[in-house]
T-cell receptor, first 110, second 112 residues
Framework: DAKTTQPPSMDCAEGRAANLPCNHS???????VYWYRQIHSQGPQYIIH???NNETNEMASLIITEDRKSSTLILPHATLRDTAVYYC???????????FGAGTRLTVKP | EAQVTQNPRYLITVTGKKLTVTCSQN?????MSWYRQDPGLGLRQIYY???????DKGDVPEGYKVSRKEKRNFPLILESPSPNQTSLYFC???????????FGPGTRLTVL
């Protein structure tokens, strides 16, 4: 599965949109982009996933570039409870491989 | 409520004393897996199971066993725990396709 690159840390003001980037330049055509987050030492939480179209759910939006080499997770109105490590993972659907990298530590500040 | 449960949540044990960490999901998911998380090393997969009676090694399987006799349960067995297995363990499950993983709350294990 393709490797991803994320910035190690980001800050965001409470109430503003948090835009978390992810590069996956070696992604192949059948690989999905998944996002998870982990708040402190809790179990990671699935956020959203997509293949090529942009996706939105109650938690976030996922924007995937047309060439699929990068994506952005958008938390539209960040709150203090969104402070967490965010992981971007690419994998083939129905494939086991789920390798978590270091992720981006997002800190939402008052 | 859809969930993955793990027991125990905290465990302190001694070297060589066999232990089992249970994992159960109520979502009828085909796929289940175990991870360990260590500072500086992130989440690493130990074992996974694509369905009942089908299990396979992840990245760090040494010192662990698993079984999948029923769809809902996926216990992690440490036959002879050692201090280097002190870690935070997570169980996860998902549908066979088109789904993200749902993680349990974690089990913090200390082996003295």
């Amino acid at each position: 599965d393709a490797k991803t690159t994320q910035p190690p840390s980001m800050d965001c003001a409470e109430g503003r949109a948090a835009n978390l980037p992810c590069n996956h330049s070696t992604i192949s055509g059948n690989e999905y982009v998944y996002w998870y987050r982990q708040i402190h030492s809790q179990g990671p939480q699935y956020i959203i996933h997509g293949l090529k179209n942009n996706e939105t759910n109650e938690m976030a939006s996922l924007i995937i570039t047309e060439d699929r080499k990068s994506s952005t997770l958008i938390l539209p109105h960040a709150t203090l409870r969104d402070t967490a490590v965010y992981y971007c993972i690419v994998r083939v659907d129905n494939n086991n491989d789920m390798r978590f990298g270091a992720g981006t530590r997002l800190t939402v500040k008052p | 409520e859809a969930q993955v449960t793990q027991n125990p949540r905290y465990l302190i044990t001694v070297t060589g004393k066999k232990l089992t960490v249970t994992c159960s999901q109520n979502m009828n998911h085909e796929y289940m897996s175990w991870y360990r998380q260590d500072p500086g090393l992130g989440l690493r997969q130990i074992y996974y199971s694509m369905n009942v009676e089908v299990t396979d090694k992840g990245d760090v399987p040494e010192g662990y066993k698993v079984s999948r006799k029923e769809k809902r349960n996926f216990p992690l067995i440490l036959e002879s725990p050692s201090p280097n297995q002190t870690s935070l363990y997570f169980c996860a499950s998902r549908r066979a396709s088109g789904s993200g993983q749902f993680f349990g709350p974690g089990t913090r294990l200390t082996v003295l």
